[in-house]
């Protein structure tokens, strides 16, 4: 039996070595994928709201019961609207292909 146990630390040694190997190199990467993972709530956040006002002007303007003065005001700011989400869901995408790339390996 003592001579079974070094004989069996040996291999566990080798796995661990070859373990530690594969977990090294993600080291560095935590803090670009904790960044990532952090800015996607706000891009979110940002789209939601871009999107929600861009609903109520919408509804505004095609609203036969409401009087606009200036269509096209509200035409402009809608799409001021609009462009405001999709750079949020560039932020988002981009933040989510950091996240595929970190964790491809």
């Not at 670009?32 to 929600?52: F, L, V």
């Not at 006002?53 to 095609?62: I, M, P, S, T, Y």
């Amino acid at each position: 039996m003592k001579r079974l146990a070094p004989l069996a630390l040996f291999p566990l040694l080798a796995c661990l070595a070859v373990a530690q190997e594969k977990i090294v190199p993600r080291v560095p990467k935590v803090s670009r994928i904790a960044k990532a993972w952090n800015s996607i709530a706000p891009a979110t956040q940002e789209y939601n709201e871009a999107m929600g006002h861009a609903d109520r002007l919408l509804h505004e303007r095609f609203n036969p019961k409401i009087l606009i003065s200036n269509p096209d005001d509200k035409r402009r700011e809608t799409v001021g609207q609009y462009k405001a989400a999709r750079e949020a869901l560039l932020k988002e995408l981009d933040a989510l292909n950091v996240l595929i790339e970190e964790e491809d390996y």
